[in-house]
């Protein structure tokens, strides 16, 4: 998985879980076009409505694609000067801004992250009406519930 400074189609968001053994710290959403404009209709709607409701969840019938992972490996950032990879920490990294676009390649290997032991169900979307996006989902067997921070929805772009 590589840092990258431009929309690639995945983000990389901080997440967290509400179990004490689980562990759960960041999530991959993937993003296209499509899912971005019904994104941006449903928080218009949450905008006009908001006098009447504090919240709006948006159901998982939307395309949702996230991977909630338990644990992950440096993100490649770029080269230093004599062509060296260079690596940062993804905690550092996601401690700035909360999320930054990554590329996935197919040669990622599976010791670049670990998703979570539980399956994930009903993952939903929560939209604020302030231009502020979540995602929310449950684990299946345990229960457990896994949330990612907010995105603003213009740095999905």
């Known amino acids: 998985m ?22 759960c710290v960041a999530a991959i959403i993937r993003v296209d076009s499509a899912m971005l404009e019904k994104w941006r209709y449903w928080d218009k709607v949450c905008s006009e ?12 019938y939307m395309g949702v694609d996230v991977t909630f992972l338990s ?3 440096d993100v490649q950032t770029g080269q230093t000067a004599d062509g ?3 690596y940062e920490n ?3 990294i996601l401690g700035d801004t909360g999320d930054i676009w990554v ?3 197919d040669d990622d290997s599976d010791d670049d992250y670990v998703v979570v032991e539980d399956r994930i169900w009903g993952t939903t979307i929560c939209i ?3 231009g502020l996006i979540s995602f929310k ?6 229960g457990t519930e896994y949330w990612t921070e907010s995105i603003k929805l213009e740095e999905l772009q």
């Open 49 to 60: 409505m908001k006098s009447q409701f504090s919240d709006f969840v948006v159901a998982e």
């Open 103 to 105: 590329e996935t390649t």
């Open 137 to 142: 989902g449950n684990g299946k067997h345990s």
């Open 84 to 86: 060296e990879e260079e």
């Open 2 to 23: 590589k840092r990258s400074e431009k929309a690639t189609g995945y983000r990389l968001v901080a997440a967290n879980c509400g179990d004490e053994y689980s562990t």
């Open 90 to 92: 993804w905690a550092d």
């Open 71 to 73: 644990s992950m490996a």
């Open 128 to 130: 604020s009406g302030d």
